[in-house]
Each structure stands twice: as structure tokens, then as C-alpha cells.
């Protein structure tokens, strides 16, 4: 199992960015292949929002913050971030880190049991 922390989250006003931390660890982390980032607004499901793959650095959008989000790594300190950009009071939402063993098409990595192992979340909230 892969333990998941997150962190960065807060208040931004409309049109501002946030970077979120993802920081991973465990024994079997070498065998996650993707990460990914989820979130969940009040009221509403779990969406998905970005995947990342961690053998070929492929990566995969949601539309709704394709052009806005970026999704990325550092290697050697097993993080993944999620740099949010041109922020919209619709981006509020618990955010939540995900590892997955498999990689496919964003049919695939867009749903929430392709991934394995979840984080806590971290807050974000967009005012407008």
C-alpha cells in the first residue's frame, strides 16, 4: 500500500492559482504507474481532474481545467503537484491524490477505481 498526503490548499480569489502537494511513500510505491488528482464539491461526486503517468510522463485532463491545470512530479522526492492556474469559484472543492497500478485512456483513468490508493484531500476554495 502507498500512503498519499496532500497539501497546499486555501483560499484564492477568482483568477488566482494554488499549487497543490501530493507526497507519497510506502514499500509498493515503484508499482503505481499513474497518479492522479480527484475532486469533490459540496453536493456533488467525485470528479476526476488530472493523471499523470510515472513511466512515460503522459498526462491526462478533465476539459473543465484543461489549458488552466498542470500535473507534475519530482522523481526523486515522490511528489506530484498540481499547479492551478486562472482559478474559477467552480474549481471549489475538496482535492484529493490518488495512485494507480495501470495506465489507459482518460475513459479508463477517469474513473475513480482505476486508482488504488487515496489521500485525505486538501481544501480549496475559490472566491469570487
Known amino acids: 500500500q502507498v500512503q498519499l498526503v496532500e497539501s497546499g490548499g486555501g483560499l484564492v480569489q477568482a483568477g488566482g492559482s494554488l499549487r497543490l502537494s501530493c507526497a507519497a511513500s510506502?514499500?509498493?510505491?515503484?508499482?503505481?504507474?499513474?497518479m492522479g488528482w480527484f475532486r469533490q464539491a459540496p453536493g456533488k461526486e467525485r470528479e476526476f481532474v488530472a493523471a499523470?503517468?510515472?513511466?512515460?510522463?503522459?498526462?491526462i485532463y478533465a476539459d473543465s481545467v484543461k489549458g488552466r491545470f498542470t500535473i507534475s512530479r519530482d522523481n526523486g522526492k515522490r511528489m506530484v503537484y498540481l499547479q492551478m492556474n486562472s482559478l474559477k469559484p467552480e474549481d471549489t472543492a475538496v482535492y484529493y491524490c490518488?495512485?494507480?497500478?495501470?495506465?489507459?485512456?482518460?475513459?479508463?483513468?477517469?474513473?475513480?477505481?482505476?486508482?488504488?490508493?487515496w489521500g485525505q484531500g486538501t481544501q480549496v476554495t475559490v472566491s469570487s
Open positions: 490518488a495512485a494507480g497500478p495501470k495506465w489507459g485512456s482518460i475513459a479508463t483513468m477517469g474513473q475513480e477505481s482505476a486508482f488504488g490508493s
Open positions: 510506502g514499500r509498493t510505491f515503484s508499482i503505481y504507474f499513474a
Open positions: 499523470f503517468n510515472w513511466s512515460t510522463d503522459s498526462t
